[in-house]
C-alpha cells in the first residue's frame, strides 16, 4: 500500500497529471488530490489502483528496508525513456519477421 506523498512523488517522477492518472486508475481526480493533500484516504482498492497505474507509467515503489524507509524512482532513467520514445516514432508498417 503506499501513501499520500508517495503518490505525489511517484506522478511527478512519470511527469503525469493528476487527471491524467485519475483516467488510467479509473478513480476520481478529487479523490487523488485529496490523498495527496493528506485530507482523505481512498479505499484499499483505489490506493491499488493508482499503484499500479503509477507502476504502468514507469514508478517503481520501494519497501522499508530498514532506517531508509520507503520511497519511489523511476523504472528507466530520462536518456533511456527518451531513446525508447524516438524509437517507437520511428519506421512504418510492422511485418512478419523470421525472428521466433
Known amino acids: 500500500m503506499i501513501t499520500g506523498p508517495l503518490c505525489k512523488a511517484g506522478r511527478a517522477l512519470v511527469e503525469v497529471s493528476r ?3 485519475a483516467a488510467n486508475a479509473n478513480v476520481d481526480e478529487k479523490a487523488i488530490e485529496h490523498f495527496e493533500r493528506g485530507i482523505d484516504v481512498p479505499n484499499g482498492a ?3 489502483a493508482i499503484r499500479v497505474a503509477l507502476e504502468e507509467l514507469g514508478a517503481v515503489f520501494l519497501p522499508e528496508e530498514g532506517s531508509q524507509g520507503i520511497g519511489v524512482r523511476l523504472k528507466f532513467n530520462r536518456s533511456l525513456t527518451r531513446r525508447l520514445s524516438v524509437l517507437e516514432g520511428e519506421g512504418g508498417t510492422t511485418g512478419k519477421d523470421d525472428v521466433p
Open 19 to 21: 487527471a491524467k492518472l
Open 46 to 48: 483505489a490506493i491499488d
